[in-house]
């Protein structure tokens, strides 16, 4: 799709996310940037998670912010409904919000200014806070940058994940379309900020701009599966570099 220079994109995927989408579009309506477009997958929920984006259509459409929605005919999981959404935007600057979570108010005019003080960088990410399922605060993220010599595959071979929330990124990147890791179920932001740092400089910033809400605690067959996945995300990757003598860009780092 033709792409608009200065529209911002929010990537939403949703799965039974109608329970918390008030906080979800609660947080969006409050962004004052404009253009703003929202595309929002749903994944074959099976509650009202899509009756219920469609009655909230018409308090996007009073806020001019652009809102399309689509839905998955067969269950296609979060690597994969993403790339779709972003295969269906029109903007040029972009950002993921699951459906479950929620920006702070002024989290895209924040990172837009960013992307136009700092010409040469691709992509952003930012500190988040973490937030029980009711929505009340927990403690702060675990997002930071990368130390000189390291760079985010390095320190997940190390078992430290460095990147989550909030992922932005914009057209200056090259290949977009090579982020998504299409068909994963898990570990979607641990590929996709290891193929982002292959192609362009990003930077990162420590001011919160994402509200996380955790879920609860998994079982332990689940938590090894997503530890499964998130090993052969390393090792593919280990062997993508070798193969193609890719180095990751710098990310540099800034406080607020």
């Known amino acids: 799709m033709q792409k608009n220079g200065d529209k911002f994109t929010i990537l939403t995927s949703a799965y039974n996310s109608s329970k918390f989408m008030n906080d979800w579009a609660k947080s969006v309506l409050a962004q004052a940037y404009r253009p703003l477009e929202v595309v929002f997958i749903d994944d074959c929920s099976k509650d009202d998670t899509l009756s219920r984006i469609y009655q909230l259509e018409p308090e996007f459409l009073e806020q001019d912010i652009e809102l399309k929605i689509l839905s998955n005919e067969q269950r296609a999981y979060c690597g994969s409904s993403y790339k779709k959404a972003w295969e269906n935007s029109s903007g040029f600057f972009f950002g993921v919000l699951d459906a479950d979570d929620a920006l702070v108010d002024d989290a895209v005019e924040y990172v837009v200014e960013l992307y136009e003080r700092y010409t040469n960088i691709a992509w952003i990410y930012t500190q988040f806070n973490m937030f029980n399922k009711k929505m009340e605060f927990l403690r702060k993220g675990f997002c930071c940058a990368p130390a000189r010599g390291e760079s985010m595959l390095s320190l997940g071979l190390k078992g430290k994940h460095t990147f989550s929330h909030w992922r932005t990124f914009s057209q200056r990147h090259p290949r977009l379309d090579k982020i998504w890791g299409a068909g994963l179920k898990s570990s979607v932001d641990k590929y996709m900020g290891y193929r982002l740092e292959e192609f362009a400089p990003g930077l990162f910033t420590n001011r919160i701009c994402y509200n996380y809400r955790t879920g ?24 993508r570099r070798k193969k193609y003598n890719l180095k990751p860009f710098k990310i540099i780092s800034i406080k607020k």
């Open 216 to 239: 609860s605690p998994g079982a332990i067959s689940r938590v090894e599966k997503a530890m499964k996945q998130w090993k052969k995300v390393k090792v593919d990757a280990v062997g």
